[in-house]
T-cell receptor, first 112, second 110 residues
Framework: DTAVSQTPKYLVTQMGNDKSIKCEQNLGHDTMYWYKQDSKKFLKIMFSYNNKELIINETVPNRFSPKSPDKAHLNLHINSLELGDSAVYFC???????????FGPGTRLTVL | DAKTTQPNSMESNEEEPVHLPCNHSTISGTDYIHWYRQLPSQGPEYVIHGLTSNVNNRMASLAIAEDRKSSTLILHRATLRDAAVYYCILRASGTYKYIFGTGTRLKVLA
């Protein structure tokens, strides 16, 4: 069974569209994260939720809105997509905000 | 946030030990040292972490300098599956963030 899963794996869309990426973890963890890895391979934290409460909110455009319906899910909605949003987005989870993080396989977003 | 410095790339022969260095001269007393690695086309995976003492687990060993300004990740016998980018990360005990650097790309030669 996959511990942290993301859908879709690939997402190709036009500028200006709105899209969502879903993340689910079956590890029973209480903390989840979204990271962005750009074309230069820099991996940067975007958001983190602990028990459905936002605990990390980096300098991210407000076009990005995370939503945590329960502890096992953290979805990422992106409005008005721009070319610069093209990247690989990774979801991760941990037990507690200081625990070892388990990463999903990533979603490659391409904005045309 | 304290920063880490790692070589961009390293090579190793299969079945030989690999020592991956990391400098963190601005580390504070409560910063934990974490290592993650990212295999090609995958998400990062946890390798090991420590605070002051050397640490061992099934994947690797972490040797931390006495002054804590540097550390070394040791893979005891490199295999082709260990080819990845290895990230050395500092996390302050009072924060939840990992700050990933550029990492070291390890190439393992058969």
């Amino acid at each position: 069974d996959t511990a942290v899963s993301q859908t879709p794996k690939y997402l190709v869309t036009q500028m200006g569209n709105d899209k969502s990426i879903k993340c689910e973890q079956n590890l029973g963890h209480d903390t989840m994260y979204w990271y962005k890895q750009d074309s230069k391979k820099f991996l940067k934290i975007m958001f983190s939720y602990n028990n459905k409460e936002l605990i990390i909110n980096e300098t991210v455009p407000n076009r990005f809105s995370p939503k945590s319906p329960d502890k096992a899910h953290l979805n990422l909605h992106i409005n008005s997509l721009e070319l610069g949003d093209s990247a690989v987005y990774f979801c991760a989870s941990s037990q507690g905000p200081r625990g070892e993080q388990f990463f999903g396989p990533g979603t490659r977003l391409t904005v045309l | 946030d304290a920063k880490t410095t790692q070589p961009n790339s390293m090579e190793s022969n299969e079945e030989e030990p690999v020592h991956l260095p990391c400098n963190h001269s601005t580390i504070s007393g409560t910063d934990y040292i974490h290592w993650y690695r990212q295999l090609p086309s995958q998400g990062p995976e946890y390798v090991i972490h420590g605070l002051t003492s050397n640490v061992n687990n099934r994947m690797a060993s972490l040797a931390i300098a006495e002054d804590r300004k540097s550390s070394t990740l040791i893979l005891h016998r490199a295999t082709l599956r260990d080819a990845a980018v290895y990230y050395c990360i500092l996390r302050a005990s009072g924060t939840y963030k990992y700050i990933f650097g550029t990492g070291t790309r390890l190439k393992v030669l058969a």
